[in-house]
């Protein structure tokens, strides 16, 4: 082959090699990016489900139904108190 050749194919293989490198590269960095977005995510799907059950508190506490409940629960666990101590 020719010099010129030779320089072409050189030029092109080291080209190729430093493309090669860079994008193994980008493929890693890529992949660990990919794994903390999904760790994020986990933690907000499990801060989302926190947060239904802390709804879920508040509406049983300022609910009509959910005050008059822990009215009755209250009263009951007073009045067996009062049999407990009586009791003794």
């Known amino acids: 082959m020719e010099l010129a ?7 092109l293989s080291v080209t190729l090699f430093i493309f090669l490198v860079i994008g193994i590269i980008l ?7 990919a794994n ?11 801060i989302a ?3 239904d059950d802390v709804v ?5 506490m ?8 822990n009215f009755v629960d ?6 067996a108190k009062k049999t407990k101590n009586t009791n003794k």
């Open 5 to 11: 050749t030779w320089i072409l194919v050189v030029i």
């Open 36 to 46: 903390g977005a999904q760790e994020i995510v986990e933690k907000g799907q499990h």
């Open 74 to 79: 209250r009263y009951n666990n007073d009045k």
């Open 27 to 33: 493929l890693i960095k890529l992949i660990k990016i």
């Open 62 to 69: 300022t609910s009509v139904g959910g005050l008059v409940k």
């Open 49 to 51: 489900d926190k947060t």
């Open 56 to 60: 879920e508190n508040i509406k049983g």
